[in-house]
Structure formats: structure tokens, C-alpha cells
């Protein structure tokens, strides 16, 4: 049964869609298959075996630990998106976890020597792979630059806006979010304080911009986050 999923999951990620049908199948042999419940750890950057994961269903965020000790919400993860050993190298110096957001997620893994084998013996999947690590690392980049240039409610409001785009279910100008983040998680990904955050929330809500719920965020319209004032 295992079996089965793997191979429909691989097939219908963008990035093994170049591979055959003998080939997916062979892939199939190397991928490990799990499933975790809200607020499992699903990998340390710390950890021995080093792995590559695909998430093919839930949402995941990756923290960030700084030399302090503090904790800032470096990414969050979605359903086709790959987190782990992305550049293929062992960095000692980063400290960073994931940690499982949504009621259940379902997740592919390699480890990374095998992942990096299947690599050179295909050097197309190279090519797309290099092509989606690299953009993954722009938007992180980008994100830090928003984070460093902005203030906090303008981080919010972009934030929010990215979130609607990207996982949003539109009808006209109004949106509507599962919400699967605490105000303390959001809090993290703009780099301010929980309390910071809700007071920018309830802001938002008293202006008309959102309807916030524990299990869904309604923007009633979604244009009046593309300005922070």
C-alpha cells in the first residue's frame, strides 16, 4: 500500500515528472513514507542522517535558533514543497527545526547520500532540482530583506497577502484562510512579539481589513493589504 502512495506522490510532484515509469519506481525503493500529528518534530538540523523530505500533505514551519537561544519562523512549509539537507552539504553551524503546524501531515524522505546519487545518474533531475532549490532560496532571501527594510505592521500585512496567495480560497476580493498558526507563530515570522502581533490584529480587525478566527482568517478584501496604512 505504502508502495502505491509513494509512487503516486513522486509522480505527481513537478519535480520527478521528467522520470519514467521504471525509474519513479526505483525511487520508490529509496523513499521513506511517514505520517506525524500537530506539534511532531520532524527533523533537526542537528540530526546524524542527514535527510531531504517532500511534504505531500499538511503544513510544516521551519525555526531558526539563534546563538541566543531565540527562535524566529524561518519558512513555512506546504504540500509540494521540500525542506531538510536542500544544498546537499552538512551545516554545523545551523541549528533549525521542523515542527508539524496542521492536524496531520503526510511526508516523503531520502536520505541525502541516496538522494544525491540519484542526482548524478540523472542529470536532467539535477538541472530541475538546482532550478527549484534556487528559487526556494530566493523567496527566503527576499523575506529577510522584507523583514530588515519594513516595519512590523507592514511585514503583517505582506505576510497575510502572501499567505492569501498563496493557500487562500478567493471569492471576489474576499478571501478566506484555514488559520493553523498561533499569534505567537505569526508573531515569530515578522520577527516581533506575540503581543506586538495581536495588537496589530486586533488593529486590522477593528479597521474591517480581516475577521480572525483560532480556524480561519476571512480578508473581506484582499486589495487593502497591498498598503500598510
Known amino acids: 500500500m ?12 513537478k519535480l520527478f515528472r521528467i522520470l519514467s515509469f521504471s525509474q519513479i519506481r526505483q525511487l520508490c ?10 506539534g511532531d518534530i520532524i527533523y533537526f538540523s542537528s540530526s546524524d542522517v542527514p535527510r ?26 506546504q504540500k509540494g514543497d ?27 524522505s531520502f536520505l541525502m547520500s541516496d538522494f544525491e546519487n540519484l542526482l548524478l545518474k540523472n542529470p536532467g533531475l539535477a538541472l530541475s ?14 523575506n529577510y ?7 512590523a505592521k507592514t511585514r503583517l500585512y505582506q505576510f497575510l497577502k502572501d499567505w492569501a ?25 515578522i520577527c516581533t512579539s506575540r503581543q506586538t502581533a495581536t495588537q496589530l490584529l486586533n488593529e486590522m480587525e477593528a479597521d474591517g481589513k480581516i ?3 483560532r480556524k480561519e482568517i476571512i480578508i473581506p478584501d484582499v486589495t487593502a493589504l497591498s498598503v500598510s496604512n
Open 129 to 142: 532540482y538546482t532550478k527549484f532549490v534556487g528559487l526556494k532560496m530566493k523567496r527566503i532571501r527576499n
Open 211 to 213: 475577521i480572525y478566527g
Open 2 to 13: 505504502y508502495d502505491d502512495l509513494k509512487y503516486w506522490y513522486l509522480r505527481d510532484h
Open 165 to 189: 496567495e498563496r493557500e487562500g480560497v478567493a471569492d471576489g476580493l474576499k478571501v478566506s484562510i484555514e488559520n493553523y498558526l498561533t499569534q505567537h507563530d505569526i508573531g515569530q515570522i
Open 145 to 151: 530583506s522584507n523583514l530588515i527594510s519594513k516595519d
Open 29 to 38: 525503493i529509496i523513499t521513506g513514507f511517514k505520517k506525524a500529528a500537530k
Open 82 to 108: 521540500l525542506f531538510g539537507e536542500l544544498t546537499l552539504e552538512t551545516d554545523k553551524q545551523l541549528n533549525e527545526y521542523a515542527k508539524v503546524l496542521s492536524d496531520e501531515v503526510s511526508i516523503c
Open 52 to 77: 531531504i523530505f517532500l511534504l505531500k500533505r499538511g503544513a510544516i514551519k521551519i525555526v531558526s535558533i539563534d546563538e541566543n537561544g531565540d527562535e524566529t519562523i524561518k519558512d513555512i512549509i
